[in-house]
């Protein structure tokens, strides 16, 4: 097995940055310190690439349609199926107890 990484307080400072650094939105000095500590923490690195790739699909998230609001039948149905559904729970809850927890 490799080595573990543990965290050290950069990795924590540069996750405490990390979307201000990746809007560009800190200070060349700041960005430069973060660089430098992405460059040889591969952690890091993973990392400051998941998060673009996510900020990246946000940005460019534009839904065709947004959906209609369910009709008030349908949350009827949905709150009745709640219901049989914790009171299935519950028996089966009931159902699983030994004579001594009475």
């Given at each position: 097995?490799?080595?573990?990484?543990q965290?050290s307080?950069?990795?924590?400072e540069?996750?405490?940055?990390l979307?201000?650094?990746?809007?560009?939105?800190?200070?060349?000095?700041?960005?430069?310190?973060i660089e430098a500590?992405i460059a040889?923490?591969?952690?890091?690195?993973?990392?400051?690439?998941?998060?673009?790739?996510?900020v990246?699909?946000?940005?460019?998230y534009?839904p065709?349609?947004?959906?209609?609001?369910?009709?008030q039948?349908?949350?009827?149905r949905?709150a009745?199926?709640?219901?049989r559904?914790?009171a299935?729970?519950?028996?089966?809850?009931?159902?699983?107890?030994?004579?001594?927890?009475?």
């Open positions: 097995m490799g080595n573990r990484h965290h307080e950069a990795c924590a540069v996750f405490a940055q979307s201000r650094y990746i809007d560009l939105d800190l200070p060349p000095e700041t960005c430069r310190e500590h040889g923490c591969e952690p890091c690195v993973e990392f400051t690439e998941s998060l673009r790739k996510t990246e699909l946000c940005r460019n534009a065709e349609e947004l959906p209609d609001p369910i009709s039948e349908a949350r009827k949905l009745r199926a709640y219901e559904l914790l299935a729970r519950k028996a089966d809850a009931a159902s699983r107890r030994s004579p001594s927890d009475l």
